[in-house]
């Protein structure tokens, strides 16, 4: 899905006037001026070789490096619902992405599970149990703030001088959630999911007095008992793929259900 974009907005103003009037409603994730990895995982319950790859992905819900040095979204695509079992989570839009980055790196085809780091196709996932690590690249800070967990206002300060263009993508995050599998490469397995995106938007910012802004709608699903949801925001210069910097953080965070 792609958003509307809103127009120009002052960001500092919107903290100052979001503090006071609601100091306890406000969520705001702000990365580091050095880089934050986004890491993408595509995914679907219809490929029997996924699953080790989602437990590896699900154990990085305890990273100390989660957040802070890579934030984690897994895309389920839809071309393997074929197979003669229909994976609830996956969406077109996530399968255009991944042969947009297979079109990006002239590769013959799409396959699952594929991993791609910081927009790089990336192969050593399998090698620590905290994934990867920030490149440590001084690349500026973005911030994302909202008083209704719907209403997304954006900021990104770049360390060199800014793009003409920039967009902001964000993807909702579900996690915690089973599925019994009745047909298909995986049938008969309950599989469990985390940092399943439920919800991608992307729109253009506008750059001022050095910095980019913009905001962005984006409606939560409703949370059940066991269940996680968090918010992965990226920037990119326009038309690209590859990620300058990422943010992002828990909305309900394991054991806080």
Excluded at 123 to 148: C, I, Q, Y
Excluded at 155 to 160: A, H, I, N, T, Y
Excluded at 217 to 227: D, K
Aim: charged fraction near 15%; proline fraction near 5%; hydrophobic fraction near 40%.
């Amino acid at each position: 899905m792609i958003s509307k974009s809103f127009g120009p907005i002052v960001f500092s103003s919107f903290l100052a006037i979001a503090s006071v009037s609601a100091p306890t409603n406000v969520v705001q994730f702000q990365s580091a001026s050095s880089r934050t990895a986004l890491l993408e995982l595509y995914t679907s319950e219809g490929c029997s070789s996924c699953p080790p790859a989602e437990a590896w992905l699900s154990g990085l819900r305890d990273s100390p490096r989660l957040w802070r040095d890579f934030a984690p979204v897994a895309f389920h695509v839809d071309y393997w619902n074929y197979l003669g079992w229909k994976d609830p989570w996956a969406e077109a839009e996530f399968s255009e992405r991944q042969r947009s980055y297979s079109q990006l790196w002239h590769a013959d085809n799409v396959y699952t599970p594929e991993w791609v780091l910081n927009g790089k196709e990336w192969h050593n996932w399998f090698a620590g149990k905290n994934g990867p690590k920030s490149d440590g690249d001084e690349v500026g800070v973005l911030t994302v703030a909202s008083g209704d967990r719907k209403l997304w206002q954006v900021c990104f300060s770049p360390v060199k001088a800014p793009a003409d263009h920039y967009e902001i993508h964000a993807a909702l995050l579900t996690g915690g959630i089973v599925s019994n599998v009745q047909a298909g490469e995986n049938r008969g397995r309950q599989l469990r999911h985390d940092f399943a995106a439920v919800d991608l938007v992307r729109i253009g910012l506008t750059t001022s007095h050095g910095a980019a802004q913009g905001r962005f709608l984006i409606n939560a699903p409703n949370s059940h008992s066991g269940t996680t949801t968090a918010l992965v925001a990226w920037i990119t210069q326009a038309d690209q793929l590859q990620p300058i910097q990422t943010t992002g953080g828990w909305l309900v965070s394991p054991g806080k259900n």
